[in-house]
């Protein structure tokens, strides 16, 4: 069965043009599936596999205390393989379709409030190479709603300073361009100019933010990153480099930006993956009524 596994991620990649963390993801869910229908089913051809085995698949999972998102998800991977498998003529059924998904519950995102922004952007406080480069990361994650992967995968060529923009590639492999306004404009002009060098040590870098030992920032360096400015700050939020990205749209629809730009800068194909943060701005303003008003 695994050699269908590295056709399916072939065919992903030709045909489809996913990202690289996409395809991990693909790749670690069917292969889980895969795992499975060898060692507990006896199966080593996809003409055996029924919806039984699918079912026993997804309890399995179940079992081991894997969240509804998550099944889910590996239900989405599983349906594409088979998909894949009828396409290519290697199966006459795609015994997942009729699968139903986990239920799931969709939890608003944490954002943080303007003022936890600010703390959070003036964690940085010294003018070292290290605190220079943070801020930097930091302003221009909030500027611009960019994905961290997105963020650590920006090179010098990305950016037009003058313009105040940078381009950048999200998900399937779309170049959009997004304003990245005056703060982390300067902010990123101060870090370039002043200790870029000192941070760059093998010299030549083509990205735009470097580790301390002289390599392309990592998201899990920027996640470490985020999480130490963050107590710093005092922030008692359990905060991710994507918290930054929900706090960008959800300020920008609160103070009236409409939806659709929003959905353009953030790179959703699908306006729905937007409309969420309409949600969060309806609970705030609940919040803040029943605070505030005489009768909330």
Known sequence: MNQYLDLFLGYLTVEKGLSRNTLEAYSHDVGRYIDYLCTRCGINEPSGITPLQVSGFLALLKSSGLAPPSRARVLSSVRMFHKFLMIEGYAEVNPASLIEAPKTLRLLPEVLSPAEVEALLSAPKTESALDLRDRAMLELLYATGLRVSELVSLKLQNLNLQAGYLMTMGKGNKERVVPMGESARRSLEHYLLSCRAQVDKRSGSEYLFISRLGDRMSRQ?????????????????????????????????????????????????DLSSTQIYTHITRERLKRLHAEHHPRG
């Not at 107590?231 to 103070?255: D, Q, W």
């Open 221 to 269: 360096a920027f996640w470490n990153l985020i999480k130490k400015r963050a107590l710093e700050a005092g922030i008692v939020k359990n905060i991710s480099p994507h918290t930054l990205r929900h706090s960008f749209a959800s300020h920008l629809l609160e103070n009236g930006a409409d939806l659709r730009s929003v959905q353009l800068m953030l790179g959703h194909a």
